[in-house]
Antibody, heavy 122, light 107 residues
Framework: EVQLLESGGGLVQPGGSLRLSCEAS????????MSWVRQATGKGLEWVSG????????YYADSVEGRFTISRDNSKNKLYLQMHSLRAEDTAVYYC???????????????WGQGTLVTVSS | DIQMTQSPSTLSASIGDRVTITCRAS??????LAWYQQKPGKAPKFLIY???TLESGVPSRFSGSGSGTEFTLTITSLQPDDFATYYC?????????FGGGTKVEIK
């Protein structure tokens, strides 16, 4: 059974930093691209960042480019999101997401974590 | 970046109704479109990929169609479990982007 367990959320002041973690199990982690998706309260889904299975390719939404860094440790089956220069508008539930992929393309998120809440406020 | 626009933003329907949600892309995304269902307080559920392929376990009353810039999600006979918010997401290019969502409410 695929499981994605996020941790690291919490309250942080504007301008501060936070690192989210996602522990994956139930699948061969290194074989799959992974993403972070966030959702502010009462708002829609926003894709934040993604990484390839080997971690060499990383992608970011314009809203977080230069402030957030995605990484993974395939030896530990863990995905990370390092967040710097946090703003009030970064307040959201952050979901860890496993990508559904063929040998050539990814085409959706087939598994989601339960989410971890990040609140940016003074 | 590719912008995804869903319509309507809210839809009121009754049990048994046929429901159609539209998703438009700001440029061609071929068939690289996914659909999700989300209920309050829960993570989204994967419904459809490559515009029209049903994910395993998803009821056959759900279907997707379209290519290029215009796509639709159809529920042929709305069931009580289907009242939720639906999102489209493009997978043609990074950054990946979601539509704004369509809330399906009870009429």
């Amino acid at each position: 059974e695929v499981q994605l367990l996020e941790s690291g959320g919490g309250l942080v002041q504007p301008g501060g930093s936070l690192r989210l973690s996602c522990e994956a199990s139930g699948f061969t982690f290194r074989n799959y691209a992974m993403s972070w998706v966030r959702q502010a309260t009462g708002k829609g889904l926003e894709w934040v960042s993604g990484t390839s299975g080997n971690g060499r390719s990383t992608y970011y939404a314009d809203s977080v480019e230069g402030r957030f860094t995605i990484s993974r440790d395939n030896s530990k089956n863990k995905l990370y999101l390092q967040m710097h220069s946090l703003r009030a508008e970064d307040t959201a539930v952050y979901y860890c997401a496993k990508e559904a992929c063929s040998s050539t393309n990814c085409y959706g998120v087939d598994y989601w974590g339960q989410g971890t809440l990040v609140t940016v406020s003074s | 970046d590719i912008q995804m626009t869903q319509s309507p933003s809210t839809l009121s329907a009754s049990i048994g109704d046929r429901v159609t949600i539209t998703c438009r892309a700001s440029q061609s995304i071929n068939s690289w479109l996914a659909w999700y269902q989300q209920k309050p307080g829960k993570a989204p559920k994967f419904l459809i990929y490559k515009a029209s392929t049903l994910e395993s376990g998803v009821p056959s009353r759900f279907s997707g169609s379209g290519s290029g810039t215009e796509f639709t999600l159809t529920i042929t006979s709305l069931q009580p479990d289907d009242f939720a918010t639906y999102y489209c997401q493009q997978y043609d290019d990074y950054p990946l982007t979601f539509g704004g969502g369509t809330k399906v409410e009870i009429k």
